[in-house]
């Protein structure tokens, strides 16, 4: 089941931007959560940002200030703004359409339905 689709993704220096896309498809549930995670080479997957079908966002510490999360008006595409690019963001990022009481960067674990994500290298 193909639940949603990354894209955007690229290789840009450190201090660059990228603007990243999640395309929602129909679903069997309404989601009113969509979360941007990331995984790097070696390393757990995070989640980055999210944005509750109110339009609230929040960050993990590390993005807050640099990425920005929105949603458009029909809320089936939801994008990712990362400025400010550093080395440390290089990973593959994914997002996911979610439902859930509060709107948090959890994972929801590996039996979600991930999609291919889209990587992203930031260069020194």
């Known amino acids: 089941r193909v639940t949603q689709e990354e894209s955007g993704g690229g290789s840009v220096q450190a201090g660059g931007s990228l603007r990243l896309s999640c395309t929602i498809y129909?679903?069997?549930?309404?989601?009113?959560?969509i979360v941007w995670f990331r995984r790097s080479l070696g390393k757990k997957r995070e989640g980055v940002a999210a944005?509750?079908?109110?339009?609230?966002?929040r960050y993990i510490d590390s993005v807050a200030g640099r990425f920005s999360i929105s949603q458009d008006k029909t809320k089936k595409i939801v994008a990712l703004q990362m400025n400010n690019l550093q080395p440390e963001d290089t990973a593959t990022y994914y997002c996911?359409?979610?439902?859930?009481?509060?709107?948090?960067?959890?994972?929801?674990?590996?039996?979600?339905?991930w999609g291919q994500g889209t990587q992203v290298i930031v260069s020194s």
């Open positions: 996911a359409a979610l439902s859930r009481g509060k709107c948090t960067t959890g994972d929801p674990g590996d039996g979600y339905w």
């Open positions: 129909t679903l069997p549930y309404s989601p009113n959560c």
């Open positions: 944005i509750d079908s109110g339009g609230n966002s």
